[in-house]
């Protein structure tokens, strides 16, 4: 069966579905093909820091309704290094704050909204192919969920796919070089239904390894523990979680720790990843599908949310003015942005975690680091403005 769109998104992770909604707004009819059920992309768990202006980019789009009410708003973090925490006032030094709310919140929003208004969205679907990225007509061709096999011609095509996904690996050898950085640990993630320690997230560097207080709501704890990257799950019953936690957060202004039920846990891995150039003939790549952050400075979604903004602009200057000049720059417009995140993740990343070969220079001079950002206004402000999100690049 053939249909015909403007533009064919493969993935509806935050990537495709926010371009997608901000299509829709802009009257560019487009179709999202998923693998995975709407069930496993609703209930998935992963990071939920939102970025100032990515906060602002969801309330333009009229997404924001449940995420004003149940999402918690954050003027600060706490860096907790030598058993002592140290508060990096977001809101004194930029202005601006943070929100936390779970990324497959946002999915569930964008899907709903999506749903409303009729667009369609393609769950479980199988062998997603692209033909003709290189002409004028590109197509997707796929089998739906009830295996029928179907043919979309599309204007262009939008790798939302994730890491993992057929997008990049789509594009035409030697055109794509690609940069990244394997860290020799991963981060133990658990949820847990208890009070999180503070109201704010803390950042704790120690010599047993990085652990991280975060949260969802004001009763479910999000937390992280820096383990081995070939760390068997297995190994971490409940009661060894909380006493390694406990561990970490040790010392004398240490808040309370709250024993819970733990709802999940699971191994997330740490990579630092990105492909260049972010677009070939009419296929463009967006978000996971281009680059990968180490989850330490929480800005896999945003950055994903930051390139569909771009894309949908440049699109929507297509498609009403005739002006390709945007979709021209697409790729080094995201990318600039792109390496400032990257950067960022990789440096926090350096900063708070125990690195195997660490001699004891490493650690004093790792020490001296935390010690001069948390005392120093100017180092202060630059982790601020970071965490924050940096301003959206003009197009
Ligand atoms: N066909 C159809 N769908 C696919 C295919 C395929 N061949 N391969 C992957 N997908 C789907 C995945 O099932 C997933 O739902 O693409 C979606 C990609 O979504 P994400 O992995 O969430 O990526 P993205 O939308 O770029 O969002 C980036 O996700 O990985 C986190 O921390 C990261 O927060 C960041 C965010
Ligand atoms: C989370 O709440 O899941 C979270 C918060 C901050 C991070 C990473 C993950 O840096």
């Not at 003027?75 to 704050?97: P, Q, V």
């Not at 497959?104 to 899907?111: M, T």
């Not at 677009?279 to 945003?302: E, S, Y």
Request: glycine fraction near 8%; charged fraction near 25%; proline fraction near 5%.
């Amino acid at each position: 069966m053939k249909a015909r769109t403007q533009v064919g998104i493969i993935g509806a992770g935050p990537a495709g579905l926010m371009l997608c909604h901000l299509l829709r707004l802009r009257g560019i009819d487009c179709v999202v093909l998923e693998a995975r059920s709407r069930r496993y992309v609703e209930e998935r768990v992963r990071a939920g820091v939102l970025e100032h202006g990515v906060v602002e980019t969801l309330r333009e789009a009229g997404l924001a309704d449940r995420l004003e009410r149940e999402g918690l708003r954050h003027a600060g973090i706490a860096i907790r290094f030598n058993e002592r925490s140290h508060r990096i006032d977001f809101t004194e030094l930029t202005g601006k704050a943070v929100t936390v709310y779970g990324q497959q919140e946002v999915v569930k929003d964008l899907i709903a909204a999506a749903l409303a208004a009729g667009t369609p969205i393609e769950f479980d679907v199988m062998d997603v192919a692209m033909h003709g990225i290189d002409g004028k007509s590109p197509t997707l061709r796929y089998r739906d969920a009830k295996d029928t096999v179907r043919e979309l011609t599309c204007d262009y095509i939008a790798g939302c796919d994730g890491f993992h996904g057929i997008s990049r690996p789509g594009f035409p050898a030697g055109v794509i070089r690609t940069f990244e950085r394997d860290y020799p640990f991963a981060w133990l993630g658990i949820l847990a239904q208890s009070p999180p320690p503070s109201h704010e997230l803390i950042y704790v560097h120690h010599d047993r390894g990085f652990a991280l207080f975060s949260m969802r709501t004001p009763q479910i704890t999000r937390m992280y523990l820096q383990c081995a990257p070939d760390e068997d799950i297995a190994n971490w019953p409940d009661e060894r979680i909380w006493t390694e936690l406990r561990r970490r957060l040790e010392g004398d202004d240490a808040p309370a720790l709250e024993v819970g039920p733990i709802l999940q846990k699971g191994i997330t891995p740490m990579r630092s990843f990105v492909a260049e150039p972010m677009r070939h003939g009419r296929l463009f790549l967006a978000g996971d599908a281009a680059h990968i952050v180490p989850p330490t400075g929480a800005k896999g979604m945003n950055l994903a949310i930051a390139d569909v903004r771009v894309l949908a602009k440049a699109l929507d200057a297509l498609y009403k003015q005739g002006d390709a000049a945007q979709l021209d720059r697409y790729s080094d417009t995201c990318l600039r942005r792109v390496w400032k995140a990257e950067r960022f993740s990789w440096w926090m990343t350096s900063l708070l975690h125990r690195f195997h070969a660490q001699s004891p220079f490493d650690y004093r001079v790792q020490v001296a680091d935390l010690d001069y950002l948390t005392g120093s206004r100017a180092a202060s402000t630059a982790l601020a403005e970071n965490y924050v999100g940096l301003p959206f690049e003009e197009t």
